[in-house]
């Protein structure tokens, strides 16, 4: 069975400084993998997705396949930054997605 | 962006009683949703896969007879909790998967249920 592993629960940053909210798998197939954000009182939402291989609000991530890792990753922290990041995983093909315990990112002025 | 809503978005309910929540894709249409169990402070957890016209698929370890789900059209699933028990206590959330999105999930913003 697959597994998402976050080992952050909560990753405080000062504005402008890098992030790097860290995501685990395991899986013996070939994943898609995906990062999903929730804002303060406000539902699920997906930020990016390791095939679309783009650049949203500034964050990228990173399939390393060798390392089994899907880290996302900004240079420069703002404050609207501040949210739950959910890393999740959906086997090849299919669509069920299997999420990480989340990380909660706070940027400080 | 697509959007789905939730009805309701809270219900206390006391135990042994049974709670239906709704999940609707509001401008486009959904042949597969599924549903999530949300713990406090935890993930979210897959607890079955509603698909249009057919019986729904069930997670391992989620009692199909006691979350009940129908998804009588491409709008609209429901989860059903049955005989409800405090430890039945969650936020619920569903997703609606938008084939014309590159068959992205789209969320609803959940439901609490508290049982007495």
């Known amino acids: 069975a697959q597994r998402v592993t976050q080992p952050e629960k909560l990753l405080s940053v000062f504005k402008g400084a890098p992030v790097e909210l860290k995501c685990n798998y395991s899986?013996?197939?070939?994943?898609?993998l995906f990062w999903y954000v929730q804002y303060s009182r406000q539902r699920l939402q997906l930020l990016l997705r390791?095939?679309s291989r783009e650049s949203i609000k500034g964050f990228t991530a990173d399939l390393n396949k060798g390392e089994t890792s899907f880290h996302l990753k900004k240079p420069f922290a703002q404050e609207e930054d501040s949210a739950m990041y959910y890393c999740?995983?959906?086997?090849?093909?299919?669509?069920?997605?299997?999420f990480g315990t989340g990380t909660q990112l706070k940027v400080e002025l | 962006g697509a959007v789905v809503s939730q009805h309701p978005s809270w219900v206390i309910c006391k135990s042994g009683t049974s709670v239906k929540i709704e999940c609707r894709s509001l401008?486009?249409?959904?042949?597969?949703m599924f549903w999530y169990r949300q713990f406090p402070k935890q993930s979210l957890m897959l607890m079955a896969t509603?698909?249009?016209?057919?019986?729904?698929?069930?997670e391992q370890g989620v009692e199909k007879d006691k979350f009940l789900i129908n998804h009588a059209s491409l709008t609209l699933s429901t989860l059903t909790v049955t005989s409800a028990h405090p430890e039945d206590s969650s936020f619920y959330i569903c997703?609606?998967?938008?084939?014309?999105?590159?068959?992205?999930?789209?969320f609803g913003p959940g439901t609490r249920l508290t049982v007495l």
């Open positions: 997703s609606a998967l938008a084939g014309a999105s590159n068959n992205e999930q789209f």
């Open positions: 899986y013996s197939g070939s994943p898609e």
């Open positions: 390791h095939i």
């Open positions: 999740a995983l959906s086997p090849g093909g299919g669509n069920k997605l299997t």
């Open positions: 401008d486009f249409q959904a042949t597969t």
């Open positions: 509603s698909n249009e016209g057919s019986k729904a698929t069930y």
